[in-house]
């Protein structure tokens, strides 16, 4: 089952900030966040893991809550380079430790 | 340099004509998945391997299939393809749920 992911879309001038959410259903050990530009591969963002433990990115920050199984990305001072769909992946307790279940998908667009 | 390597990057074929799309990993990764990507749907996982000779049905698995004989490839086969399968399809692997997964660059197939 997908985790749901809100806002579906949002529009930014360049420098505001944005947060993208990610909720399932199931209880979670990992979530990951991947940035997709038109036409080519997700690509990695930030891996959050059950406990605290988090590996990405210097200049994306994000959260974890197990006890909700909700995740938020936060985009700061966004820049023109930050366009493109984000996406959720969680890795969920029961299923296969490598089994990554994707959301629809944020689409975010930074004006100048 | 690490990579996964899709192919083809585009495909056109008609209805009812086999076609296997070609994964290959350079990481002597375990994990493998297929996803196939629609508008508005993000990316719906169609199979996935946890090493070789073991793999499991994604979410949507129907009319397709797929092999894991070795470590670095992971084939998916469309026996019979149809009009409902023109879809972007990605390849991916990784270490495991607490580490990164890489993305093949693609396959676009339109089936008429």
């Known amino acids: 089952q997908q985790p749901v992911q809100s806002p579906q879309a949002v529009i930014l001038r360049e420098g505001e900030d944005a947060v993208i959410n990610c909720s399932s259903s199931?209880?979670?050990?990992?979530v990951h966040w991947y940035r997709q530009k038109h036409g080519e591969a997700p690509v990695f963002l930030m891996i959050?893991?059950?406990?605290?433990e988090q590996k990405g990115h210097e200049k994306i920050s994000a959260s974890f809550n197990e006890k909700k199984q909700q995740s938020s990305l936060y985009l700061t001072a966004s820049q023109l380079s930050y366009s493109g769909t984000y996406f959720c992946g969680t890795g969920n307790y029961g299923g296969s430790q490598g089994n990554l279940i994707f959301g629809k998908g944020t689409k975010l667009s930074v004006k100048p | 340099e690490a990579q996964v390597t899709q192919n083809p990057r585009y495909l056109i074929t008609v209805t009812g004509k086999k076609l296997t799309v070609t994964c290959s990993q350079n990481m002597n990764h375990e994990y493998m998945s297929w996803y196939r990507q629609d508008p508005g749907l993000g990316l719906r996982q169609i199979y996935y391997?946890?090493?070789?000779?073991?793999?499991d049905k994604g979410d949507v698995p129907e009319g397709y299939k797929v092999s894991r004989k070795e470590k670095r490839n992971f084939p998916l086969i469309l026996e019979s393809p149809s009009p409902n399968q023109t879809s972007l399809y990605f390849c991916a692997s990784s270490l495991g749920g607490k580490t990164e997964a890489f993305f093949g660059q693609g396959t676009r197939l339109t089936v008429v």
């Open positions: 199931k209880a979670l050990y990992s």
């Open positions: 391997s946890m090493n070789v000779e073991v793999t």
């Open positions: 959050l893991l059950k406990g605290g």
